[in-house]
């Protein structure tokens, strides 16, 4: 993890991290209607965290190639206090590493430095070994979505004290 780099989103990165966010959900057959696939904003993720108050977007690097990344929104409709961890995804290769772990973290802690005191996310059964990652983390489930992310394809709703 060492010669590995967390950090903010540039506007370069626009266009590595949407195609990696797109390869994993058609990795894992979860590139459907009502996800982050058909965002537009999926491809202008610099300008969407960099325009929107409350919110950061983390990129993992590694000598010039980007890994992943992840990041936490004030999604519309979500009680105060609370934030989405949302767009954690990682390049094929990088998982397994413990980055995504870190990944989380980095949000966790960046999320609660910036005055939230609850983290939700949304995500689906194909997603398993990342659900298995978010229980370890202390998310529990909820029994419906919250707030207004748009992302009507998924299906697992959990949320996380901070």
Known sequence: MEDITIRSIQPADNAAIAKIIRQSLEEFGANRPG??????STDHLFELFESTLGSAYF???????ILGGA???PTDGLPEG????????????????????????????VAKESGYNAIYLETMPELKKAVTVYEKFGF???DGPMG??????????????L
């Open 35 to 40: 996800t982050v696939y058909f965002d537009d």
């Open 59 to 65: 990129i993992a690097e590694r000598e010039g190639i």
């Open 71 to 73: 990041g936490f929104f």
């Open 82 to 109: 609370t934030c989405e961890l949302v767009k954690m995804y990682l390049f094929a290769s990088a998982r397994g590493l413990g980055l995504g772990r870190h990944m989380i973290n980095q949000c966790l802690q």
């Open 140 to 142: 529990s489930y909820l």
């Open 148 to 161: 207004n992310s748009g992302h009507n394809g998924c299906d697992i709703w959990m949320l996380k004290e």
